[in-house]
């Protein structure tokens, strides 16, 4: 499954982005995917997920009621909108999906994902 993080770029602090995480393959709307982001000098760290259903999700607690992830199965794409962008928001994002299909599961850990997208970087201006 090959997959394709796009949609970042420069924001104000205050401002909005929406990402999107497209595939190669329907079958990516079987799976989890969750979002990821890292900044210069730290460690990767987990943002949101959402289930292969979009039943189930889960959010970082330094984004919950800023951030929204969802997805169109029409459009095989997962969506992270991002409002309220602080600067401590910036880094690069990844997407990455569970190809193990568990139903209603948005896995929160990293290692629990097995394709990768490539970053799209995420910078935020005060």
């Known amino acids: 499954v090959q997959l394709q993080a796009y949609g970042g770029g420069l924001v104000q602090s205050g401002g909005s982005l929406r990402l999107s995480c497209t595939a190669s393959r329907r079958t990516f709307n079987s799976y989890a995917v969750g979002w990821f982001r890292q900044a210069p000098g730290k460690e990767r760290e987990f943002v949101a997920s959402?289930?292969?259903?979009?039943?189930?999700?889960h959010y970082a607690d330094s984004v919950k009621g800023r951030f929204t992830i969802s997805r169109d199965s029409a459009k095989i794409t997962v969506y992270l909108q991002m409002n309220s962008l602080k600067r401590e928001d910036a880094a690069v994002y990844s997407c990455?999906?569970?190809?193990?299909?568990?139903?209603?599961?948005?896995?929160?850990?990293?290692?629990?994902?097995?394709?990768w997208g490539q970053g799209t970087q995420v910078t935020v201006s005060s």
């Open positions: 959402i289930s292969g259903s979009g039943v189930t999700t």
């Open positions: 990455a999906a569970d190809t193990l299909v568990i139903p209603d599961t948005a896995p929160v850990r990293d290692y629990e994902y097995d394709y």
